[in-house]
T-cell receptor, first 114, second 112 residues
């Protein structure tokens, strides 16, 4: 069964450094998402992306965050200057274009900011 | 703003029994709902989605949707220790591209 893949599985970064999280969505999906989950808290929406542009973003997704689809397969989340509170699991998700299809999640990247 | 509410648990159920997980939602316009299972440290895994009032069955899982009362439930029959996880109720937004709004999850523990 096709799946969403994310790399790396764990990223450790010094505060203030830039980090790029990578995702390969399911190949025929057209909608892409990033979510995060701080330890012990609920899954929170960050941003949705369709047709090469941001469709919706949350208050969390400030100027420090950006997303990009640099080629036909990858979808990336960049955090420009990381803060301690950015430490979380980051999940990429994708969904098909037709009907009311659910989103499928990757295994996540655990981001630890030191 | 859509809200999805769940009892955080933990809900403890003996092995072989039926586990019943409940969820309420605030937006009467919500049309569909998803149940995701999340093991500790892992990503949400879709187990059921339901669009219509009534029941939808898939193996040991039954999702129930009552739009008039604005609640969704998930029944797990013949509970197994491997069902021990956090179950997330979720509702999508209105547009095709929009986010999923998750509840905080109910932690289920199946005791042998």
């Amino acid at each position: 069964e096709p799946e969403v893949t994310q790399t790396p599985s764990h990223q450790v970064t010094q505060m203030g450094q830039e980090v790029i999280l990578r995702c390969v969505p399911i190949s025929n999906h057209l909608y892409f998402y990033w979510y995060r989950q701080i330890l012990g808290q609920k899954v929170e929406f960050l941003v949705s992306f369709y047709n090469n542009e941001i469709s919706e973003k949350s208050e969390i997704f400030d100027d420090q965050f950006s997303v990009e689809r640099p080629d036909g397969s990858n979808f990336t989340l960049k955090i420009r200057s990381t803060k301690l509170e950015d430490s979380a699991m980051y999940f990429c998700a994708s969904r098909a274009a037709w009907g009311n299809q659910p989103q499928h999640f990757g295994d996540g990247t655990r981001l630890s900011i030191l | 703003q859509k809200e999805v509410e769940q009892n955080s648990g933990p809900l403890s159920v003996p092995e072989g029994a039926i586990a019943s997980l409940n969820c309420t939602y605030s937006d009467r316009g919500s049309q569909s709902f998803f149940w995701y299972r999340q093991y500790s440290g892992k990503s949400p895994e879709l187990i059921m989605f339901i669009y219509s009032n009534g029941d939808k069955e898939d193996g040991r899982f039954t999702a129930q949707l009552n739009k008039a009362s604005q609640y969704v439930s998930l029944l797990i029959r013949d509970s197994q220790p491997s069902d021990s996880a956090t179950y997330l109720c979720a509702a999508p937004g209105y547009s095709s591209a929009s986010k999923i709004i998750f509840g905080s999850g109910t932690r289920l523990s199946i005791r042998p």
